[in-house]
């Protein structure tokens, strides 16, 4: 059965004060690890897809990276506008996994002034 | 361009009785996905239409149904209500062309009592 785990749970940064979120999967076949920003009482945005390990996205201050067992989504010089809570989800290759997304928990980022 | 759209945007119902969500994709896409989330929680897959056909079902009940109609709008239904089906339900659409991305809806918030 495919997992996700993302760490922390919660991630409390100053303004400008670099950091990153951890997603660790396990997935037979991936077809896509996936990060999405979700604002309170809101549907998920998408932000990144990323496919085989070795991979990097960016957009704007946020780069999402690609291991064989883990990502990282990197946020450089952040601000109060990116706090949200951040989710990783990873989409299977085959049988019981084709085309259902499976998500963790989330990171609750809060970015202070 | 519209994205993907939901209603209602929230509902109370009382336990036993029955809800109909409602979901139109993005234009253009012809796969539509089904998640539950409960309040801190990632969401979970219910499950996923294409070509008006259940194609994929996650650990629910057969309490939860759903159609996709041939415009590719869907609706998913509950029945027999219980007070754990309380949770933001989200529905996500999807297109082969733009590598099965799911982009989400703004979610209907469903409180049983």
């Known amino acids: 059965e495919d997992q996700v785990t993302q760490s922390p749970e919660a991630l409390r940064l100053q303004e400008g004060e670099s950091s990153s979120l951890n997603c660790s999967y396990t997935v037979s076949g991936l077809r896509g690890l996936f990060w999405y920003r979700q604002d309170p009482g809101k549907g998920p945005e998408f932000l990144f897809t990323l496919y085989s390990a070795g991979e990097e996205k960016e957009k704007e201050r946020l780069k999402a990276t690609l291991t064989k067992k883990e990502s990282f989504l990197h946020i450089t010089a952040p601000k109060p506008e990116d706090s949200a809570t951040y989710l990783c989800?990873?989409?299977?290759?085959?049988?019981?996994?084709?085309?259902?997304?499976?998500f963790g928990q989330g990171t609750i980022l809060t970015v202070h002034p | 361009d519209a994205g993907v759209t939901q209603s209602p945007t929230h509902l109370i119902k009382t336990r036993g009785q029955q809800v109909t969500l409602r979901c139109s994709p993005k234009?253009?896409?012809?796969?539509v996905s089904w998640y539950q989330q409960a309040l801190g929680q990632g969401p979970q897959f219910i499950f996923q239409y294409y070509e008006e056909e259940e194609r994929q079902r996650g650990n629910f009940p057969d309490r939860f149904s759903g159609h996709q109609f041939p415009n590719y709008s869907s609706e998913l239904n509950v029945n027999a209500l219980l007070l754990g089906d309380s949770a933001l339900y989200l529905c996500?659409?999807?297109?082969?062309?733009?590598?099965?991305?799911?982009?989400f809806g703004p979610g209907t918030r469903l409180t049983v009592l």
């Open positions: 989800a990873s989409r299977g290759g085959g049988g019981t996994s084709y085309g259902k997304l499976t």
């Open positions: 996500a659409s999807s297109s082969p062309g733009e590598g099965d991305t799911q982009y």
């Open positions: 234009s253009g896409h012809d796969t």
